[in-house]
């Protein structure tokens, strides 16, 4: 099909300004995790991209807090952040850091310690899955599995420096930080807090939304196969789609009627359980092409993301394995290529 979502730049930049974290945070506020805006003034903009360039002169080494003094808008920004952090449930013991936009996710593969942690959640994954079938491709199903839980864990920052440090390594968020120093008539961004909360990556779902109408929902990750998942599938389902039209959709505001959501479903029994699961609103992001769709895709199933010729809502995971994932493998760097071939990584 031909419709098209978003046209060119402006609109891009409208549906991204539209869906900036604070502008619909009083919408998802009972049904997400707390949170605290730290304004991110241009000019802390313009060090955090220096700090990325200079950093990726020298990744291996270059840490911001060693070099305070060069960037004061960074440590204003470092001192605000401290300080919000006291009125964040948990923010003592850690906390999630994004800005309006989006997460510097990409950036925690390189954080100390992290490949010791994939390590030690292959372990776990392992001990899990003993109560299981054993399934074609399990190993390598549960080192990305682990490698995935490894990196969702390490987002948990323990301190404003570190969130720094964080953003500074991040290239996912460089545009929007040009974005906050050269649009002058451009909305104000923010540094968001928020509560880290211990949850299964493998309960963590994208739901899409046409016209304030529920079309799809997909695991979140398409890579991974999640063997404690199908037996729960309806269940699941059940639970998001009616938690979505009961507290979501009719509160959606005219430039969110199209959109993204996504959710994850948390046990007060602890991470790995899926008893009494509650659904949670993680964030919300524009309906459209450059939107990532998981089990689905743009070019084959656009009518079905829209709700065109479908009566109800698709769910879509993974009954097995998929198999692409050795392909995957292929294009990772080659610590990560090492780990997920089974040969192991130290710390």
Request: glycine fraction near 4%.
């Amino acid at each position: 099909m031909d419709k098209q979502l978003c046209a060119g730049t402006e609109e891009y930049l409208k549906q991204r300004d539209d869906s900036m974290m604070e502008k619909y945070f009083s919408l998802i506020k009972e049904h997400s995790f707390s949170s605290r805006f730290v304004p991110l003034p241009r000019e802390a903009a313009v060090e955090l991209k220096e700090a990325h360039r200079l950093w990726r002169e020298t990744p291996a080494s270059w840490q911001w807090h060693e070099h305070r003094v060069d960037f004061p808008a960074l440590e204003a920004l470092r001192s605000a952040m401290d300080g919000e952090r006291q009125h964040l449930a948990g923010g003592n013991d850690g906390f999630f850091v994004r800005i309006s936009t989006r997460s510097p996710k990409d950036a925690v593969l390189s954080g100390p310690g992290f490949r010791s942690v994939c390590n030690q959640e292959y372990d776990t994954l392992c001990a899990i899955e003993r109560e299981y079938p054993a399934y074609e491709g399990a190993d390598l199903n549960r080192r990305l599995h682990a490698l995935y839980r490894a990196s969702t864990f390490a987002m948990k920052m323990p301190s404003a420096d570190l969130a720094i440090q964080l953003m500074s390594e991040s290239s996912r968020i460089q545009d929007d930080l040009s974005s906050c120093v050269e649009r002058a008539d451009g909305p104000a961004f923010n540094v968001v807090l928020r509560e880290f909360v211990d949850f299964s990556p493998e309960l963590e779902f994208r739901a899409f939304v046409y016209e304030r109408r529920l079309t799809a929902i997909t695991q979140y990750n398409p890579l991974v196969y999640f063997p404690r998942l199908p037996p729960h599938q309806d269940d699941v389902q059940t639970a998001m789609e009616l938690f979505l039209a009961e507290m979501i959709l009719p509160r959606l505001p005219a430039e969110l009627a199209s959109c993204v959501v996504d959710l994850l479903l948390l046990s007060p029994q602890g991470r790995d359980s899926y008893d009494e699961l509650q659904v949670k609103v993680v964030e919300i992001n524009p309906l459209a092409e450059y939107a990532v769709t998981g089990l689905y895709s743009w070019t084959c199933d656009k009518a079905e993301l829209l709700g065109i010729g479908y009566d109800r809502c698709s769910f879509r995971i993974l009954s097995t394995p998929p198999p692409h994932q050795r392909l995957k493998v292929r294009t990772m760097a080659p610590q990560w290529r090492q780990f997920v071939a089974g040969e192991g990584i130290s710390s």
